[in-house]
């Protein structure tokens, strides 16, 4: 597995949610619901619609799953935006039972099936070629994309930490791509 980054510059995220929109809203929802909550790609593509949606068709306000990596459970809301992406998508969609993947690979053959991993990969790294990043771009991208972010907004390093299941702040850090001169700028820019 390759080293990606995160996308850091919003700009950047939105024309990428531009572009995904436009081919697909099912790569939006994806993309969007990814740099919301920060789920490992496994976990995002074995989301059921009922992880998501009630049975009247509500979302949920929650999201609750077991992580496939680690077995532990996570539980965390799902922000209005995400929300408004995964019912743009499942009224794209159109018909859909509770118990069917939340976001289906168009090249199932027996039936439903979930996205796969290379598909996300494919349309993650189209997009964002498409916009002009010249970054590695994968996957991951979208998980550390949401603990960028996260830390770009001032949130203690430690929820991040503890939002991405991390051992410790130093390996969330290196893991959000801040950089050493990243941190000495905050040193050399105080200046109280």
């Known amino acids: 597995m390759e080293f990606v980054q995160p996308i850091r510059d919003k700009k950047q ?13 099912r790569d939006f929802c994806l993309f969007t619901l990814g740099i919301n909550c ?3 790609i496994s976990d995002l593509l074995n989301l059921l619609v009922r ?3 009630d049975e009247k ?4 306000d929650r999201i609750s799953i077991r992580e496939q990596k680690t077995g532990k459970t996570k539980d965390f809301p799902i922000s209005e935006i995400a929300a408004k992406a995964i019912k743009e998508y499942l009224v794209e969609r159109g ?3 509770q118990h069917e993947p939340l976001f289906l690979s168009r090249k199932a053959t027996n039936g439903l099936a979930s996205l796969q991993r ?9 997009a964002a070629r498409a916009i002009g990043i010249k970054d590695k771009i994968g996957t991951h991208t979208l998980r550390k994309t949401f603990g960028y972010h996260a830390f770009q907004q001032s949130v203690d390093i430690t929820i ?7 051992s410790s702040p130093r ?5 959000i791509g801040i950089t050493q001169d990243e941190l000495d700028n905050v040193v050399l820019n105080l200046n109280l």
């Open 13 to 25: 995220i939105d024309a990428m949610k531009k572009i995904l929109k436009a081919t697909s809203v």
């Open 38 to 40: 920060g789920l490992r």
């Open 51 to 53: 992880d998501v949606i």
């Open 57 to 60: 068709g509500k979302v949920l």
């Open 95 to 97: 018909s859909y039972n």
């Open 118 to 126: 290379w598909q996300a990969y494919t349309v993650i790294n189209a």
């Open 160 to 166: 991040i930490q503890k939002l991405l299941n991390h």
């Open 171 to 175: 390996v969330t850090l290196a893991y």
